[in-house]
């Protein structure tokens, strides 16, 4: 329990994005979050998540022996 909370402007300035991406995250239920009031918070933790869910790893091919085929 030990999070913080972020606005969606936080979350926005952390993706690198606009605001309306996070807004739009919010309203597909594709990212945690949490009303207070009428605020929304995102935790920490969840914009991990969601980062280390959408990271596409590099794949690694291997060499032909021969090079391009001509």
Same mark, same amino acid.
């Given at each position: ?7 969606? /402007? ?5 993706? &690198? /994005?606009? !605001?309306?991406? #996070? ?12 009303? !207070? &009031? *009428?605020? !929304?918070?995102? #935790? $920490?933790?969840? !914009?991990?998540?969601?980062? $280390?869910?959408? /990271?596409? $790893?590099?794949? *690694?091919?291997? *060499?032909? *022996?021969? &090079?391009?085929?001509?």
């Amino acid at each position: 329990m030990n999070d913080r909370y972020l606005s969606v /402007t936080q979350v926005a300035e952390v993706l &690198g /994005t606009s !605001v309306r991406f #996070p807004r739009r995250l919010i309203e597909e239920r594709r990212i945690k979050y949490v009303k !207070v &009031g *009428r605020h !929304v918070r995102i #935790p $920490e933790s969840a !914009v991990r998540d969601y980062i $280390e869910s959408h /990271t596409v $790893e590099p794949v *690694r091919r291997r *060499r032909s *022996r021969y &090079g391009r085929a001509a």
